[in-house]
């Protein structure tokens, strides 16, 4: 078997040993990952041998398939992509043993221990409170990106005040000195605003604090973000708490993707005014080290918003997730740059801002190598990590975009799709399960699922007696009174809501026939084309009055 010497002989009898640890379905999963064809390949050949386990002959035969489909791509970067496929299909414990064929030996990359928390409020449903739908969309992004470079991130979704003080961040900060970090991350997106105190005597009136008397007592305001609940969380209190809640050591990047508000207070003539400060002057000058704040826009100023996200995270993941990100320090003034090309109506232009404390251990994106024992040549190493825009799968894995639609070649690319963060969003909205994002992708050929049988949970062979089709029903509530009206798919109970590719179906049974005893509505039951292209055998069904081609 040519393909061996591309791969490793060592690393093929490894991973043959390791045959009885791997769940078939992971694995199966993997085989997709590697090209759909092979997929495909791997569940005709687990069909045949009747197989319930991974065994040594089935993983070299997937592997042997994948050199028949893509001969190029193993041929000249086999292994690298193997590990990276193991490693997306979450088999990563078989990557470790791995050797490169094509050097003598490993080297080591010593990582750090990276931590995040990213916190998106969208404010849905709150009264008199401008919903910011991208803004969770902004935080997966995030995420996302840094990732990338082995930040190991916790999100959360609408939080109040009080979730945010004495949930998220202390357990944030506890997990950061357990786990001694070297890295932290913190990044909030939602409404934010600028107040010139935080409890006070005065009155607010017209946006401005009016004190009356000739006296009052303030405590010391400043930037605010909004917690889902709408009480003000100031910048102040979650900075206060992380400097003080990691050691002086840990490398810190804060982000507020938020407005930064206006600046009005009044107050009479020959007027005591008492102010009690933020408490961040009794820190002391190592609690401050090492500190990266970011503001999404300048200070009174508005940060901009869409459907899509925030202005500010889109540049960031596209900087970010580039092969070498640059010196973080130079991140503000590139995004910056970025953000001026943006056209906007009344010609304000989006600027960002950051203050960097005592930095005298710099952030890298690219942690430090150590080489371990080697007796090869000095060489130069490629960088450790390459950053790519990737494809959640819902599954726990992930491919590249570009990975993506080489691997699901019967997608037409030239018809639209969604991707699963889109989808959500749609059936967010409407409170409703969100269908497979593949769902919305229409095949090159309609017809390569026709007459394809499904079978159901319960048993049932659903039949597929149409092409594939796109379902453009729009949801009305002023038309439609119910929800029920809405269009759903038989399988999964997942409701049209957007452009889905779905084939109509009837159940066939072997004892009798479509026209003796089905009504035309009866066959007019609709599926997705995703569960018959994942799942569907085809068994030679035929409908009544339909020609199979």
């Known amino acids: 078997m040519e393909w061996i010497k591309y791969i490793g002989e060592e690393n093929v009898r490894k991973l043959c040993e390791n045959a009885e640890t791997i769940e078939l379905q992971a694995f199966q999963k993997f085989a997709s990952s590697l090209e759909y064809k092979v997929g495909q390949s791997c569940k005709n050949e687990v069909k045949k041998t009747k197989e319930t386990s991974v065994t040594g002959d089935l993983i070299k035969h997937v592997l042997n398939a994948w050199h028949k489909t893509c001969q190029h791509k193993v041929e000249n970067n086999g292994f690298s992509l193997l590990c990276e496929k193991l490693r997306s299909s979450g088999l990563d414990c078989l990557v470790d043993d791995l050797q490169d064929p094509a050097?003598?030996?490993?080297?080591?990359?010593?990582?750090?221990?990276?931590?995040?928390?990213?916190?998106?409020?969208?404010?849905?449903?709150?009264?008199?409170?401008?919903?910011?739908?991208?803004?969770?969309?902004s935080s997966d992004r995030m995420k996302e990106a840094m990732d990338n470079w082995d930040f190991k991130t916790t999100s959360s979704l609408n939080r109040t005040r009080t979730q945010i003080l004495e949930q998220d961040i202390p357990d944030f900060l506890r997990d950061a000195k357990y786990q001694n970090c070297d890295d932290i991350f913190f990044y909030f997106a939602g409404h934010g605003g600028y107040s010139s105190s935080g409890k006070s005597t005065g009155k607010k009136i017209g946006g401005k604090l009016v004190f009356s008397e000739r006296e009052g007592s303030i405590t010391e305001g400043g930037e605010f973000f909004l917690g889902n609940d709408t009480e003000e969380i100031f910048k102040y209190e979650i900075v206060k708490r992380i400097l003080e809640g990691v050691d002086e050591g840990v490398r810190k990047i804060l982000v507020f993707d938020c407005c930064r508000g206006n600046n009005e207070t009044e107050m009479n003539a020959n007027f005591e005014i008492e102010v009690e400060q933020n408490g961040l002057q009794f820190l002391k000058?190592?609690?401050?080290?090492?500190?990266?704040?970011?503001?999404?826009?300048?200070?009174?100023?508005?940060?901009?918003?869409?459907?899509?996200?925030?202005?500010?995270?889109?540049?960031?993941?596209?900087?970010?997730?580039?092969?070498?990100?640059?010196?973080?320090?130079?991140?503000?003034?590139?995004?910056?740059?970025e953000l001026s090309k943006i056209p906007t109506t009344n010609g304000f232009k989006q600027a960002v801002s950051l203050e960097k404390q005592g930095i005298d251990n710099p952030f890298?994106?690219?942690?430090?190598?150590?080489?371990?024992?080697?007796?090869?040549?000095?060489?130069?190493?490629?960088?450790?990590?390459?950053?790519?825009?990737?494809?959640?799968?819902?599954?726990?894995?992930?491919?590249?975009?570009?990975?993506?639609?080489?691997?699901?070649?019967?997608?037409?690319?030239?018809?639209?799709?969604?991707?699963?963060?889109?989808?959500?969003?749609?059936?967010?909205?409407?409170e409703e399960k969100p269908i497979d994002f593949r769902s919305t992708f229409q095949p090159i050929d309609p017809s390569m699922r026709l007459f394809w049988s499904y079978k159901t949970k319960d048993g049932r062979e659903l039949v597929a007696r149409t092409k594939a089709c796109v379902s453009n029903f729009k949801?009305?509530?002023?038309?439609?009174?119910?929800?029920?009206?809405?269009?759903?798919?038989?399988?999964?109970?997942?409701?049209?809501?957007?452009?889905?590719?779905?084939?109509?179906?009837?159940?066939?049974?072997?004892?009798?026939?479509?026209?003796?005893?089905?009504?035309?509505?009866?066959?007019?039951?609709?599926?997705?084309?995703?569960?018959?292209?994942?799942?569907?055998?085809?068994?030679?069904?035929?409908?009544?009055?339909?020609k199979k081609k």
């Not at 190493?381 to 390459?386: D, F, M, R």
């Not at 726990?396 to 080489?406: M, P, R």
């Open 475 to 546: 949801y009305s509530e002023k038309f439609h009174k119910e929800k029920s009206t809405i269009p759903e798919c038989i399988v999964c109970g997942c409701k049209f809501l957007m452009p889905n590719v779905y084939m109509c179906v009837y159940e066939h049974k072997d004892d009798d026939t479509m026209t003796m005893r089905m009504k035309y509505s009866e066959s007019m039951d609709q599926a997705c084309f995703f569960h018959f292209l994942e799942d569907g055998v085809d068994k030679g069904r035929k409908c009544w009055g339909q």
């Open 285 to 337: 000058n190592s609690n401050f080290k090492n500190t990266y704040i970011f503001n999404a826009t300048m200070p009174f100023n508005v940060a901009f918003a869409a459907a899509d996200g925030t202005y500010f995270a889109k540049q960031w993941c596209k900087i970010v997730m580039q092969h070498e990100p640059p010196d973080i320090s130079k991140l503000d003034e590139i995004i910056t740059e």
């Open 103 to 137: 050097k003598p030996r490993k080297r080591e990359i010593e990582t750090p221990v990276r931590l995040g928390l990213t916190i998106a409020n969208t404010y849905k449903g709150i009264k008199n409170i401008p919903e910011l739908l991208g803004c969770k969309l």
């Open 364 to 430: 890298y994106w690219y942690p430090p190598k150590t080489k371990i024992e080697d007796e090869s040549p000095e060489e130069h190493q490629p960088s450790p990590k390459k950053a790519k825009r990737s494809i959640n799968l819902g599954n726990g894995t992930s491919l590249s975009e570009e990975e993506f639609f080489e691997e699901n070649d019967w997608i037409d690319t030239n018809e639209p799709g969604a991707f699963q963060e889109e989808v959500n969003e749609v059936y967010e909205e409407f």
